[in-house]
C-alpha cells in the first residue's frame, strides 16, 4: 500500500502473465477482468482468479462484475447472473468487487445497486466507469451515496481521459466532500484512463491537494502471441489486433510510480487534511442531542470532582473493591451481554444469565440493548461508510470516541438490520422500556446502598457509580477509536480495525478485534 506522499496504484489485468507483470512494476492492488482489450472487461472465472492469487499471494484484488460487454443496462436473468457470481467469487481472499449498474435513462439504477451491496458487504464496493455514462455526474454521485456501502468510484470524469476532466474532476472532489464533510476518506474517486508518466504530474498537481490518493492504470498493450499460422481473412468476428494478438500488461509501463513527481506542497497538503481527521464536524443535518451531553458532561465533573475530594488513598477498602466491581462488571455486561450475545449472537444463553448481562449493561449507561445493537449491526455491515457507520473511525479519532453520541444520526440504512431476535426477546423489550429508569437506580443507587454498608456511601456513589460510569465508557469507546487506529492488522487491512493489547487487557478481549 502506498504511504503519505505516495499514491497507491491499481492495475487491471486479465492473465495470470498480466498480474505478475503488474506487481512486479510496483502495483499495489489490481483489478482483475477477462477480455480487458476488447469491451472494457468482463467477470473473470474462478480458475483465473485462483491462479493470479497463487501467483501474486498477498496482493490485494478487486474483481470485476460484468456478465457482457456492452452497454450497462442488465435484464433480471443478468442481475441473477452477477449476484451468484459474488457468491461464488467473494470466499476466495479477494478485497471486494467492481461493479456498476444504470437505468434505462442514464442514471444509476438504485434498487439493484443495492442489492449488490448488501450480497457484496463487508468486502469493498467499487462503481466502475459506468458513472462515466451517466446523464450527469453529480446526479450520480449522489445516488452513489443514497446507496450507502460504495467505498470508491472509478472515473475518468466523463471524458476519454482523466486529463481533459480535471475540472470536473475537481468539482467532484468538492461536491463529494460538500456532502459527507469527511475529507480524504470516506468515498473516494479512483481516476483512471490515459494516465501515464506525461500526464501524471498535472493530474496529481491538481487533484492531490482536494484528497486523491489512489490511481487506476490499464499500462498494456495488445502483443502478438506467436502464431506462425493465421489463416487468411479468417478471426473471430473482433477485427483487428483483438484475433491475433493477446493484451498483456508491461511491467515497465507501471514502474513509472507516481512518488517521484509528487510536490513538497502536494505532500503538505496531503498530511494536512490526513491530521484534520483527528477531529471532524457532524455530517450535514445533524443537530446536537444536548440530553446526552449533558449527561456525559455531568458525570465527568462529578467524577472530577469527587476524585479531588474524596482521593483513591483515603477510601475505605471495601469502597475501592466496589468501584473495581462496579467498573468490570458493567464493562462485562457491555462486551459480554450486548456485543456478543446480543449483537452478533455468539453463543446461547439461558433467561438467568440473559438478566444478569442486562441489568449489568444497563449500569454502564450506553442505551437500551435493542439501541446499542442496532448500531454496533450496522457498524459492522457499513464499518468506515461515513454516511452509514454510526461511529466511522474514517471521521475522525474523538467522533468515533465520543463525537457519534452527541449528534442526532442519520441512519439510511437501518432496514437492513435485522431485528426480529431483539424484538421477539422479552428481556430486550422490557429494558428498552424501562431503560432510563433501571439505569439510575442500577448505575447510581445501586453503588450508593452497597456503599451504605460500610457506612460510605458518598464514596459508593462517587466511585462506584460516577469514576466507575467514566471508566467503563472510555474504555468500550476506545474499541470504537483507538482500537481502529493503533495497533496490528495481523488479519486483514481491508477495514480500520486493530488488535490493540493494551485494550484487551482493559476490556477483557475486545480491543483485539483485527481477525
Request: charged residues 20%; positive net charge.
Amino acid at each position: 500500500m502506498a504511504s503519505v506522499g505516495n499514491i497507491l496504484i491499481e492495475v487491471c489485468v486479465d492473465s495470470v502473465e498480466s498480474a505478475i507483470s503488474a506487481v512486479e512494476g510496483g502495483a499495489d492492488r489490481l483489478e482483475l477482468c477477462a477480455n480487458l482489450g476488447a469491451g472494457g472487461g468482463t467477470t473473470p472465472s474462478l480458475g483465473l482468479l485462483k491462479m493470479v492469487k497463487q501467483a501474486v499471494k498477498d496482493t490485494p484484488i478487486m474483481v470485476m462484475i460484468r456478465p457482457r460487454v456492452g452497454d450497462f443496462l442488465y435484464s433480471d436473468l443478468e442481475l441473477e447472473v452477477m449476484l451468484e457470481d459474488i457468491r461464488t467469487l467473494r470466499d476466495y481472499g479477494i478485497r471486494g468487487f467492481v461493479v456498476g449498474i444504470l437505468t434505462r435513462d442514464g442514471r444509476v439504477d438504485i434498487d439493484r445497486m443495492r442489492k449488490i451491496v448488501d450480497e457484496i458487504l463487508p468486502l469493498e464496493v467499487c462503481f466502475h466507469r459506468a458513472f462515466d455514462m451517466t446523464k450527469d455526474a453529480e446526479t450520480a454521485l449522489r445516488d452513489i451515496m443514497e446507496i450507502g456501502g460504495i467505498s470508491r468510484i472509478l472515473t475518468s470524469g466523463q471524458e476519454t481521459t482523466v486529463v481533459q476532466a480535471l475540472s470536473k474532476m475537481e468539482s467532484l472532489y468538492n461536491l463529494s466532500k460538500s456532502l459527507t464533510d469527511h475529507g480524504v476518506w470516506g468515498l473516494t474517486f479512483l481516476p483512471g484512463s490515459g494516465i501515464n508518466a506525461k500526464t501524471l504530474p498535472e493530474i496529481l498537481e491538481r487533484l492531490l491537494p482536494l484528497g486523491l490518493r489512489e490511481i487506476h492504470l490499464s499500462a498494456g498493450r495488445w502483443v502478438a502471441n506467436g502464431m506462425v499460422f493465421k489463416r487468411p481473412n479468417m478471426g473471430m468476428g473482433l477485427g483487428g489486433e483483438s484475433d491475433w494478438g493477446i493484451w498483456r500488461t508491461q511491467r515497465d509501463m507501471v514502474k513509472d510510480r507516481p512518488s517521484s513527481v509528487v510536490s513538497k506542497t502536494c505532500r503538505d497538503d496531503f498530511i494536512i487534511k490526513w491530521a484534520s481527521m483527528m477531529i471532524k464536524r457532524s455530517l450535514p443535518g445533524q443537530r446536537p442531542r444536548w440530553i446526552l451531553v449533558s449527561h456525559k458532561f455531568c458525570t465527568h465533573l462529578g467524577a472530577l470532582i469527587g476524585v479531588y475530594y474524596f482521593p483513591i488513598h483515603a477510601l475505605p477498602r471495601p469502597t475501592i473493591w466496589l468501584a473495581f466491581a462496579s467498573w468490570q462488571l458493567s464493562c462485562f455486561g457491555i462486551t459480554i451481554g450486548y456485543h456478543r450475545l446480543y449483537t452478533h449472537k455468539s453463543f446461547r444463553a439461558s433467561l438467568g444469565l440473559r438478566i444478569i448481562l442486562a441489568a449489568l449493561g444497563t449500569a454502564a449507561h450506553q442505551g437500551s440493548i435493542r439501541w446499542w445493537c442496532l448500531r454496533h449491526r450496522l457498524h459492522h455491515r457499513f464499518t468506515d461508510d461515513p454516511l452509514h457507520d454510526p461511529y466511522a473511525a474514517t471521521r475522525g479519532l474523538l467522533f468515533s470516541h465520543v463525537g457519534w453520541i452527541f449528534f442526532k444520526p442519520i441512519y439510511g440504512r437501518l432496514n437492513v438490520i435485522e431485528t426480529d431476535d431483539l424484538d421477539k426477546d422479552l428481556v430486550v423489550r422490557v429494558q428498552h422500556r424501562y431503560y432510563h429508569l433501571l439505569a439510575v437506580l442500577l448505575g447510581f443507587v445501586l453503588p450508593t446502598i452497597v456503599g451504605y454498608l460500610w457506612r460510605d456511601a458518598t464514596g459508593g456513589f462517587i466511585w462506584g457509580g460516577l469514576v466507575a460510569r467514566v471508566l467503563v465508557w472510555h474504555c468500550t469507546f476506545l474499541v470504537n477509536s483507538l482500537a481502529h487506529w493503533n495497533g496490528l492488522q495481523l488479519y486483514t487491512d481491508e477495514n480500520t480495525s486493530r488488535g490493540n493489547l493494551v485494550l484487551a487487557l482493559l476490556t477483557c478481549g475486545e480491543g483485539n478485534h483485527n481477525f
